[in-house]
């Protein structure tokens, strides 16, 4: 994992637009965001123990790639890359491909995280995110969910008249 200022420049997204000043893993902690990296053959019972140990009871997989979304996926990526929020946190273990999440810091400004194969992101409940993948168009992630599986953003809304997180 990699964390860094983003440049703020509004060109192709799936750039790594990076600054030369970059984030701890401690910053990103002190945001709520959390990381670990697992790989090898033993990634699957690490994954089961964080899992547990955060009560989450549910999974599915995503693959981000042309292939498997077809028409849809420009939409998707739209849809992803929408700054918002989420009212449980959210949850990724790479198993394949690479992409980012951009973070808000407390002073409103983005932290691009960029993620690969074996990398568990957890992004704490209200947080102002965004995802994309990245010049490679491919992710398969598995999401980790506490009740059922959904993915409900709450899009940013330019002036914000309350945030309960």
């Known amino acids: 994992m990699r964390a860094y200022f983003h440049d703020n420049v509004d060109s192709d997204p799936k750039e790594p637009h990076e600054q030369l000043t970059p984030v ?3 910053e990103l902690k002190n945001l709520g965001v959390l990381y670990w990296h697992f790989d ?6 690490k994954v089961n123990g964080i899992a547990k140990e955060r009560n989450y009871k549910n999974r ?3 693959t981000v790639s042309k292939e498997a979304l077809g028409d849809s996926y420009e939409s ?5 890359f929408q700054e918002h929020l989420h009212e449980d946190e959210e949850i990724r273990y790479i198993l394949d491909g690479s992409g980012y999440f951009d973070v808000r810091d407390l002073l409103d ?3 691009r995280i960029a993620i690969v194969k074996g990398d ?3 992004l704490p409940a209200g947080i102002y995110h965004r995802f994309i993948v990245d010049t490679n168009d491919y992710l398969k992630a598995l999401r980790l969910f506490k009740e059922e599986p959904k993915w409900i953003p709450i899009n940013r809304m330019h002036i914000l008249i309350y945030n309960r997180f």
């Open 40 to 45: 090898g053959d033993d990634y699957l019972e």
């Open 109 to 111: 400004r983005w932290i």
């Open 24 to 26: 701890t893993p401690e």
């Open 76 to 80: 998707k990526l739209k849809i992803f």
């Open 120 to 122: 568990l992101i957890v």
């Open 60 to 62: 599915d997989e995503i």
